[in-house]
């Protein structure tokens, strides 16, 4: 079965600094995908970024980039320039790709950041 | 502004009584799924549906819970009878998902029904 593992129960950082949150991870696929949620307190849960574990290249969407490194199971989120709103609890999720018939989305126990100013 | 919807937003009710929560998934798309977020378990998996069938229920209570999809429209999640450890907030989210190298291939969650069991 898969895991996902999240060993940050809690984060910190400055206001227009730089944060990694780390995501581990276990399957026996090789076709999967990877998203980071975040979640506000508004609760509302709300897609950061994904991964197409296929895809060789990292993904980046304006501030957000991973870290996805496929032998060593590990899909790290990078938040450049962190601001005040990007202060939330964040999740990583694994799901497969489809091919074994199952969609099941895994998610992590979650990070909460916190943005200092 | 496509988005999925959830009713109700919030439900205070007695132990033993019947709860159903229901979503509207984005129109067009063909999964749901059912999710049940508390503190101590975090984000769980109750069950999710492809074209309306289930394909996958094994993160629900089977006792208690039932989750169908009468159409495409809607889905429905239902306790009866209600404990006080349900109480929880449950997402609903929904996804056009087509299989190995789809194009669209993320899930929308709605708000969220914030469940209290007294």
């Known amino acids: 079965a898969q895991t996902v593992t999240q060993s940050q129960p809690e984060m910190s950082v400055q206001e227009a600094e730089t944060v990694t949150l780390s995501c581990t991870y276990d399957?026996?696929?090789?076709?999967?995908?990877l998203f980071w949620y975040k979640q506000p307190p508004s609760r509302q849960m709300i897609l950061v970024i994904r991964q197409e574990a296929y895809k060789q290249q990292n993904a980046t969407e304006n501030r957000f980039s991973v870290n996805f490194q496929k032998a060593a199971k590990s899909f790290s989120l990078k938040i450049s320039d962190s601001q005040l709103g990007d202060a939330a609890m964040y999740f990583c999720?694994?799901?497969?790709?489809?091919?074994?018939?199952?969609?099941?989305?895994?998610f992590g126990t979650g990070t909460r950041l916190k943005v200092l100013a | 502004d496509a988005r999925v919807t959830q009713t109700p937003r919030h439900k205070v009710t007695e132990m033993g009584q019947e709860v159903t929560m229901r979503c509207q998934p984005i129109l067009g798309h063909n999964t749901v799924f059912w999710y049940r977020q508390t503190m101590m378990q975090g984000l769980e998996l109750l069950a999710y549906?492809?074209?309306?069938?289930?394909?996958?229920d094994s993160g629900m209570p089977k006792d208690r819970f039932s989750a169908e999809m009468p159409d495409a429209t809607l889905a429905t999640l239902k306790i009866q009878p209600s404990e006080p450890r349900d109480s929880a907030v449950y997402f609903c989210?929904?996804?056009?998902?087509?299989?190995?190298?789809?194009?669209?291939?993320?899930?929308?969650f709605g708000p969220g029904t914030r469940l209290t069991v007294l």
């Open positions: 989210a929904s996804g056009f998902l087509l299989g190995k190298n789809e194009i669209h291939n993320e899930q929308f």
């Open positions: 399957t026996s696929e090789s076709d999967y995908y």
């Open positions: 549906f492809r074209n309306r069938a289930p394909l996958d």
């Open positions: 999720a694994y799901r497969s790709a489809g091919t074994s018939g199952t969609y099941k989305y895994i």
